[in-house]
């Protein structure tokens, strides 16, 4: 049997990492199979360079995990500056402030930068300040309104 290769590398790549950093489920998984490989005798430092981590992330998983079990693996504190939106986030947070947040079930029926920074917490499990919130409901709003004249003018 020949050796199996893996085409386009660089995709696989990317789109695995895009995966563990925008989705939660996936970086609880991720961090899982990493402290599996360390439990089953790989070093820190080869299973951070197999998934282009850094060893000191995989000490810190290992430490979190031995002082409190799979919990520790789960939604790890943040430290430093605060995790953004991507661009798959963004353009899903345009579609929805174009709905009312009562069709999204919230009991209000305006959105402000208060209930946005709440949606954005709860759906995307990002943690922005009331001012960043107050902002891009701005630009979001505005760019609304830019394609639906854009869109009349056709």
Request: charged fraction near 25%.
């Amino acid at each position: 049997m020949h050796k199996l290769e893996v085409l386009n590398k660089p995709v696989l790549i990317s789109a695995c990492r895009n995966e563990i950093n925008t989705n939660s489920e996936s970086r609880y998984l991720h961090r899982l199979h990493c402290v599996t490989l360390v439990a089953q005798g790989c070093s820190c430092y080869k299973v951070a360079e197999w998934f282009g981590e850094h060893p000191s992330s995989l000490e810190r998983w290992v430490h979190n995990f031995n002082q409190f079990g799979i919990e520790g693996l789960k939604n790890e504190q943040k430290t430093g500056r605060p995790r953004k939106l991507y661009d798959k986030q963004l353009k899903q947070l345009q579609n929805d402030i174009l709905k009312t947040p009562f069709e999204l079930g919230y009991e209000q029926s305006k959105w402000n930068g208060r209930l946005l920074q709440t949606h954005i917490q709860f759906q995307y499990d990002v943690e922005l300040s009331l001012r960043q919130c107050q902002r891009l409901l701005s630009e979001l709003q505005h760019s609304e309104a830019s394609i639906s004249q854009s869109t009349l003018a056709h």
